[in-house]
T-cell receptor
Framework: DIQVTQSPSSLSASVGDRVTITCRAS??????LNWYQQKPGKAPKLLIY???TLQSGVPSRFSGSGSGTYFTLTITSLQPEDFATYYC?????????FGQGTKLEIK | EVQLVESGGGLVQPGGSLRLSCAASGFTFSNYAMHWVRQAPGKGLEWVSG????????YYADSVKGRFTIYRENSRNTLYLQMNSLRAEDTAVYYC???????????????WGQGTLATVSS
């Protein structure tokens, strides 16, 4: 199975900050990497798919990049509603696997 | 508006069975792959299973292969997960999720239900 490793596992930041979360795959997954946001008690929400395509309705302050084994999610100018847990997920091959999550907290 | 509503969760003893359902609306159900993703209490996300739009192709996580069966009734716009030989480690919120494509391979999950909790305990 392809392992997906996110870092950091937690992150403290302030409103207005720029943050970057990274995701590494254990083998090349081309651009089959997706990012999700989850708030407590809620279902996850798709933010970005195939590494860099913004899902409809997602604010442009979210962006993704990368290919092969290294990927990043960047949030510019953090807003209060962005404090949540973020997951990356590879869809290159089944079984699909998620990163362990990055909890973004208010500093 | 896309809606996915799960049901069928509950408390079951180890070794028992549960069948989860996911009623879909707001899109042409048979055109899209569907998936089950679970989340154990306080833990991360784990993809469980996926099924193509036609139902002809199914895929499973190693942790559930041979115990769980995914299937769909396109005439009823409903997705199912039959869970047998349940273990304590299967305790989780189970989400159904719509794929962006007809096939499972290379898919992403663009809409999710609210989840249903399955608890395996004696």
């Amino acid at each position: 199975d392809i392992q997906v490793t996110q870092s950091p596992s937690s992150l403290s930041a302030s409103v207005g900050d720029r943050v970057t979360i990274t995701c590494r795959a254990s083998q090349s997954i081309s651009n089959y990497l997706n990012w999700y946001q989850q708030k407590p008690g809620k279902a996850p929400k798709l933010l970005i798919y195939v590494a860099s395509t913004l899902q409809s309705g997602v604010p442009s302050r979210f962006s993704g990049s990368g290919s092969g084994t290294y990927f990043t999610l960047t949030i510019t100018s953090l807003q209060p509603e962005d404090f949540a847990t973020y997951y990356c997920q590879q869809s290159y091959t089944t079984p699909y696997t998620f990163g362990q999550g990055t909890k973004l907290e208010i500093k | 508006e896309v809606q996915l509503v799960e049901s069928g969760g509950g408390l079951v003893q180890p070794g028992g069975s549960l069948r989860l359902s996911c009623a879909a609306s707001g899109f042409t159900f048979s055109n899209y792959a569907m998936h089950w993703v679970r989340q154990a209490p306080g833990k991360g996300l784990e993809w469980v299973s996926g099924i193509s739009g036609s139902g002809g192709s199914t895929y499973y996580a190693d942790s559930v292969k041979g115990r769980f069966t995914i299937y769909r009734e396109n005439s009823r716009n409903t997705l199912y997960l039959q869970m047998n030989s349940l273990r304590a480690e299967d305790t989780a919120v189970y989400y159904c999720a719509k794929g962006r494509w007809t096939m499972v391979r290379g898919d992403q999950f663009d809409y999710w239900g609210q989840g249903t909790l399955a608890t395996v305990s004696s």
